[in-house]
């Protein structure tokens, strides 16, 4: 393990000796995170994919770390009684990085490029016909949607210029950024995919007195601990998505440490579709029955995670979240009653264990191994198959292999409203629709919750919607955990986003 660390700190470090390197001198923050694997704007959806679009690009409206609305390319917006049509007034004087100016043509053309690309922000966009001019943009719905104003602020929701036809593809020079074109903070001007990307000052930047960085360097580095190791040597100045039990032994002299309550949440998830594994709800139900949720807490976050239930709905969600419905309590012995009904007599897997791919990010190879302990108790047989995520989740719908495994564990960062987890992965059809799971029920419970302003009424169709998960659903949540990041005592001005790729960097600074 030494050996392999070494090798990956000198590779690390030779990395930085290559052209995209910096001056010690220059205002730069160097984050180390894994590689971008898909880059499209309006597709690109983990952490380091956002991040990267996020220093190009603006939305509309952003979401602050406390998922509070901020105005950005809009200055404000008006929604009509019906709640059918909103009306965003956009901001004066900007232009994009070749100097053409921002108008109304543009935000037309990228949220109807959203619709081109089949988009993920329109799981909370929903519906819509969008017409603007001069500096008015209006979005026409044909039903009231309740977290509309979330899609506008949704991770892919980036503005592009107008008639932008390949974002985001380098020219017929390696050096040719002009596809990447924003109106954002900063500019590309060096990429090297799966070593760094480097992004420079935005000179004309609308926001006054931002960015106050001259520089900002992505360095891809997919293994965790060499992100540490990058943070102790001074290689890089923040880190984030660090396992739990990394915290004490990670904080010292000249190292800040980020704690940040989220809803991110490990989903252990049986496919259910009819050449599912999980196609029998018996099946499902040994899964949570052979599950040891307070014990897994206890081992990997000594206690302070909440436990889950069978749904996406944390707690910081307020009256959405529902812990009063109970779990399934650790009962092996349950669990091998309910798989002998299913055809499993001497239980899943005894005669070849079924394989358990894993998003290898986290503490969630631990918890795992933790799992394949207890659910050999209940008469549940695997093998694991750690994934990194960038190789776990290549591909389309119909090749991806975390979307047609059998039993996996993918992590889901923090979203702004329950609903999008709802939509995003749970709703027949849905783009990441891990489990393959259809029911109609469920269907038209969210269908209504995402209609329903009333947080009342809201409350009560994500309760009935908890319990399906509870009864039926294809999934554990067994926690959910805090998020960890750190930096060098030279940064100042960082708000780690509880989604950490959207953590804005516009006023951060870099000291001496």
């Known amino acids: 393990m030494f050996i392999k660390r070494f090798l990956l700190g000198l590779s690390l470090l030779l990395s930085l000796g290559t052209g995209l390197a910096v001056s010690a001198q220059e205002s730069t923050l160097r984050v180390g995170l894994p590689a971008v694997v898909n880059i499209n704007p309006a597709t690109g959806s983990n952490d380091p994919e956002v991040m990267f679009n996020g220093l190009i690009y603006d939305y509309l409206y952003g979401l602050s770390a406390d998922n509070e609305l901020i105005p950005n390319l809009a200055t404000g917006y008006e ?37 081109e690309q089949g988009s993920p922000a329109l799981n909370l966009l929903g519906d819509f016909e969008i017409t603007g001019d001069g500096l008015t943009v209006t979005f026409t719905l044909p039903q009231p949607n309740a977290d509309f104003i979330y899609g506008i602020a949704s991770n892919w929701a980036f503005i592009l210029k107008d008639g932008t036809t390949t974002p985001n593809v380098i020219g017929q020079s390696v050096d040719d950024f002009s596809s990447f074109n924003g109106t954002g903070p900063f500019k590309l001007v060096a990429y090297s995919p799966n070593v760094s990307a480097l992004f420079e000052r935005n000179p004309n930047y609308w926001m006054e007195g931002a960015p106050l960085l001259d520089r900002v360097e992505l360095i891809f580095i997919n293994d965790q601990q060499a992100q540490i190791d990058a943070l102790r040597s001074g290689a890089v100045d923040f880190i984030f998505k660090i396992a739990y039990e990394q915290l004490e032994e990670v904080s010292g002299p000249g190292i800040v440490s980020i704690v940040k309550a989220t809803n991110q ?121 750690p994934r990194l995520p960038g190789e776990y989740y290549a591909g389309d719908a119909d090749t991806a292999e975390w979307l047609n495994v059998d039993l996996a564990v993918t992590g889901w960062g923090s979203r702004p409203t329950p609903q999008q987890y709802l939509v995003e992965a749970y709703v027949t059809g849905a783009s990441f629709n891990e489990s393959r799971w259809s029911d109609p029920e469920l269907d038209a419970l969210v269908a209504q919750a995402g209609v329903t302003a009333d947080v009342e009424e809201r409350a009560a169709l994500y309760r009935e919607i908890a319990i399906i998960f509870a009864e039926r659903g294809p999934i554990i949540v067994p926690f959910f955990a805090p998020i960890v990041g750190f930096t060098t005592d030279r940064v100042s001005g960082l708000d780690m986003h509880p989604f950490p790729g959207r953590t804005d960097l516009r006023m951060v600074q870099v000291g001496s």
């Open 79 to 115: 929604v009509s009684d019906d709640g059918l049509t909103y009306t965003f007034t956009l901001r004066e004087g900007v232009t994009f990085h070749d100097g053409s100016p921002f108008s109304a043509a543009d935000v037309v053309f990228s949220y109807n490029y959203l619709k």
């Open 265 to 385: 949440h490990p989903v252990i998830r049986l496919r259910s579709d009819e050449q599912g594994l999980g196609a029998d709800v018996r099946v499902r139900q040994a899964f949570k029955f052979a599950t040891d949720r307070e014990l897994l807490n206890l081992n990997l976050f000594d206690g302070v995670a909440t436990v889950g239930n069978n749904d996406p709905i944390g707690p910081l969600y307020g009256v959405f979240f529902h812990d009063d419905i109970p779990n399934q309590a650790f009962d092996p012995a349950r669990s091998c009653e309910l798989l002998a009904e299913a055809g499993y007599p001497d239980g899943l897997g005894a005669d070849e264990p079924i394989l358990f791919y894993i998003d290898d990010s986290f503490n969630y190879v631990q918890m795992a191994e933790f799992l394949q302990q207890d659910w050999a108790e209940g008469c549940i047989f695997v093998e694991l198959l």
